[in-house]
T-cell receptor, first 116, second 115 residues
């Protein structure tokens, strides 16, 4: 177990709705990265949050947004859901120590989102 | 644009054999190369990682071989066991703030180890 927890584990939403996914980072970590994993594919980087600000973003539209809280936990919000948003959403936590030193990233179990 | 290519897509190995999975990357700015193992319904678990200042890293039965000039790296699983049956992903990232969390993944290799 990595100590990274995600909620909920499964979720079914209707096209056009909005969804919020949550992630608690591992103790001692200050950075959360979010990924989308479609069935049979490798995870794709959505964005990363550090010090409550976005610290890098992948090729995802603005309807994918996030937050990081003072306790380093994070939320992923997706607006105007599309059928192609159906995927496993993963968060990974790590520690940025400064001066370019970063610890390895550890993943949570994921949230399985189904859009119908 | 796919920046990390992984092969084979699937692999069947007998118990006790050696499993070899290969990855190739395009961006010479990449300087962190981890391997993750994923079981169905679970998140990826970090197995082992390497940086380009070494050509090989071994942890237990898992070894990464790294060829900087060829822009290739591979995972070797020695004495493969049925419990190793899972999907394996290679990944890469560029140096910088938070780089270990900004990973570009390969497509994955499904490994089956037969008893």
């Amino acid at each position: 177990e990595t100590g990274v927890t995600q909620s909920p584990t499964h979720l079914i939403k209707t096209r056009g709705q909005q969804v919020t996914l949550r992630c608690s980072s591992q103790s001692g970590h200050n950075t959360v990265s979010w990924y989308q994993q479609a069935l049979g594919q490798g995870p794709q980087f959505i964005f990363q949050y550090y010090r409550e600000e976005e610290n890098g973003r992948g090729n995802f539209p603005p309807r994918f947004s996030g937050l990081q809280f003072p306790n380093y936990s994070s939320e992923l919000n997706v607006n105007a859901l599309e059928l192609d948003d159906s995927a496993l959403y993963l968060c990974a936590s790590s520690l940025i120590k400064g001066a370019g030193v970063n610890t390895e990233a550890f993943f949570g179990q994921g949230t399985r989102l189904t859009v119908v | 644009q796919q920046q990390v290519k992984q092969s084979p897509q699937s692999l069947i190995v007998q118990k006790g054999g050696i499993s070899i999975i290969n990855c190739a990357y395009e961006n010479t700015a990449f300087d962190y190369f981890p391997w993750y193992q994923q079981f169905p319904g679970k998140g990826p678990a970090l197995l082992i990682a390497i940086r380009p200042d070494v050509s090989e890293k071994k942890e237990g039965r898992f070894t990464i071989s790294f060829n900087k000039s060829a822009k290739q790296f591979s995972l070797h699983i020695m004495d493969s066991q049925p419990g190793d049956s899972a999907t394996y992903f290679c990944a890469a990232s560029k140096s910088g703030s938070g780089n270990t969390g900004k990973l570009i993944f390969g497509q994955g290799t499904t490994l089956q180890v037969k008893p």
